[in-house]
């Protein structure tokens, strides 16, 4: 599918709608590692699976009405961006949660492994025929990476965390294979623990990463992140795992750039790889000027080819109101509207 010079995107997640979820729960707790049902409006069920449809549908609309390129379901189905796929798989016992430390230090419930993990089913191939029926556009889906579970488990069966990892990049492999077989475009594996957790992800998560994508040969993104700033207020001036992506088999890497006002010379270190630009500051609710978002794209435009740039929010909008992620959705498309005139 052809796309347009600067083509927009989300990284991810889209607001869900107050009708579906209960915000005001899920803004005040980490983003659920194990499952948290009690979190949806709507009871378990036929009504839930038409709820989560009926919302996708409106994400799918939404990122359309703004102006976006390519487009993502929302994550609409999703307690976070991890849980859902992570407490899917073989391995894992769902009735007697564990406990593992999250990037903040806070220890929280997650998946306790048990067992050999591996793919019970294919998780979220509906998930790509359903946008494809719902969006003539080029589709994004994206699946927590293998090294990030691997940090979100307490592992009571290999007792080897690179091990963990491995078995976790094999499942994602299974998936990534069928979410392309599907019709997906593009395929993005979350690895937030990546810049979390820089040693462990030196010493086994790049191998993690590498393996889930083995064989893959559709476009592959890597999405990792400071963490959700409605969460985590401060940002470093820097990334703590960057450069050692390039030796990633990953086709494309997104960069935090609006709320870390990052130093844009980084991108010189990630040769071959497009980037997904991320040019919105979501700390805040004021929507920015289109101008704004221009002026963030033109930071990183003597560092890397604009054929290279994809243009993105620096991370999901899971958290923000829908008018403000609606509003800074549409600045977005505005804003690389505006370097895109210049380019041409």
Known sequence: MTLPLLPTSLVGSYAQPEWLIDRQALAGRFPPR?????????????LLEEAWDDATI????????????????????????????????????????????????????????????????AVQVRDVEFMKQH???????????????????QDDYYGDPEALA?????????EVNDLFAAGADVVQLDEPYMQAR???????????????????????????????????????????????????HVCQISIETAQSNLDTAVLEQLP?????????DLSTHAVEEPETVAARIR???????????????DCGLKYLPREVAFGKMKAMVDGAAIVRAELS
């Open 135 to 153: 969006t003539a556009k080029a589709i994004k889906i994206t699946v927590p990476g293998p090294f990030t579970m691997s940090q979100q488990a």
């Open 299 to 313: 930071r990183a435009l003597p560092h890397i080819d604009a054929k290279k740039v994809i243009v993105a929010p």
């Open 198 to 248: 820089p040693d462990k992800a030196r010493a086994y998560g790049l191998k993690a990463l590498n393996r889930a994508l083995e064989g893959v040969t559709g476009t592959t993104a890597l999405h990792i992140c400071f963490g959700y700033a409605h969460l985590i207020h401060e940002r470093p001036e820097g990334y703590s795992f960057l450069p050692e992506l390039a030796a990633s």
């Open 166 to 174: 491995l078995a976790y990049a094999d499942a994602v492999r299974d």
């Open 34 to 46: 194990t499952r948290m049902k009690e979190l949806w409006r709507i009871p378990e069920g036929e």
């Open 58 to 121: 409106y994400a799918i609309h939404e990122q359309e009405r703004a102006g976006l390129d390519i487009i993502t379901d929302g994550e609409m189905r999703r307690e976070s961006y991890s849980n859902r796929f992570a407490t899917a798989l073989n391995g894992v016992d769902m009735d007697n949660h564990g406990t593992a430390l999250d990037r903040s230090g806070e220890p929280v419930p997650v998946p306790r492994v048990i067992g050999p993990i591996s793919r019970r089913h």
């Open 272 to 280: 071959g790889k497009t980037i997904i630009l991320g040019v919105l």
